[in-house]
């Protein structure tokens, strides 16, 4: 079994950052794929960013320019996001694809607003 803990989420202003990690723990293989979702309020889960075990990173439009993905060894993954706008609250939740399976974190809340 894996477990992913997020942490990092946060009520800030329009233009401010968060840092959002992830850390994985449990019975780990070496990834296929990590990164990030989220799901705002009344919408369907969207892919934010991922990045592959050999470092492929995408993302997603609206996470261009803006996020950065990047992989800690094979356990975490941390999102950066820079310029943070009020359409960016949401939900945001941690994903690992692994040999045996795909996991999701509980989520962790961001919230952008004046």
């Known amino acids: 079994q894996v477990q992913l803990a997020e942490s990092g989420g946060g009520l800030v202003q329009p233009g401010e950052s968060l840092r959002l990690s992830c850390a994985a723990s449990g019975t780990l293989f070496a990834i296929y794929v990590m990164g990030w979702y989220r799901q705002a309020p009344g919408k369907e889960r969207e892919l934010v960013a991922t990045v592959t075990g050999t470092g492929f990173t995408n993302y997603n439009y609206f996470a261009k320019g803006r996020f950065t993905i990047s992989r800690e060894n094979d356990k975490n993954t941390v999102l950066q996001m820079n310029s943070l706008k009020p359409d960016d609250t949401a939900v945001y939740y941690c994903?690992?694809?692994?040999?045996?399976?795909?996991?999701w974190g509980q989520g962790t809340q961001v919230t952008v607003s004046s």
């Open positions: 994903f690992r694809q692994q040999e045996g399976g795909n996991y």
